[in-house]
């Protein structure tokens, strides 16, 4: 299957290569960029989820590609889409999720790159929504949420590979449907 490379002003959004290994790792082992999230990953387990991922895009031609700066090549985080069929409201749907590297937050390439995906979303997929989920805790990606137009569905469930006790476990879910999507472009 062909594999989508997406463009924005600003980032490549492109599938997986070996050199994005040692800053994926980097990455996931920051306890800052991983405080939403049970714990940090190994150097193994960035590098498990690199193929997974990897592996679904090269299956679906599409999924969680990596992102990079065009004027430096630097990797920076992902983003991308998933088929999503956990046991969660609404499921199963298309997701949307990101995760940058705390050293380029604050600089929009999140929801930046996001409209990016969620354009491949509506378009390339012919999705009629997406969805988006995180702990209620994290406000800073609820606000890319609703940067992207997409609004709380009031859903919150507890997320199932979380003991229901967990910090973390409580999950917002938030959702944009393509004529919502199509409107939010048309007043850009």
Request: some cysteine; hydrophobic content about 40%; overall charge negative.
């Amino acid at each position: 299957m062909a594999m989508a490379f997406l463009e924005t002003e600003r980032l490549l959004i492109r599938p997986w290569e070996n050199k994005d290994a040692v800053p994926l790792a980097k990455m996931c082992a920051n306890p800052q960029v991983m405080r939403y999230f049970p714990s940090v990953l190994s150097q193994e387990e960035s590098e498990a989820l690199r193929q997974r991922v990897q592996s679904l895009i090269e299956e679906n031609g599409w999924g969680f590609w990596a992102v990079e700066l065009k004027a430096t090549g630097q990797f920076i985080g992902f983003v991308g889409l998933h088929a999503q069929d956990l046991a969660i409201p609404n499921t199963p749907f298309v997701e949307i999720g990101w995760r940058l590297d705390a050293e380029h937050w604050g600089k929009g390439y999140a929801p930046e790159a996001a409209q990016r995906a969620l354009q491949y979303a509506f378009e390339s997929l012919d999705a009629p929504d997406v969805y988006a989920f995180t702990t209620v805790t994290n406000l800073p990606s609820q606000r890319v949420m609703q940067k992207l137009g997409m609004t709380d569905c009031e859903q919150n469930f507890l997320h199932p590979k979380l003991p229901a006790d967990h910090v973390l476990a409580e999950h917002c879910l938030y959702r944009i449907t393509r004529a919502e999507w199509q409107q939010k472009k048309r007043n850009l």
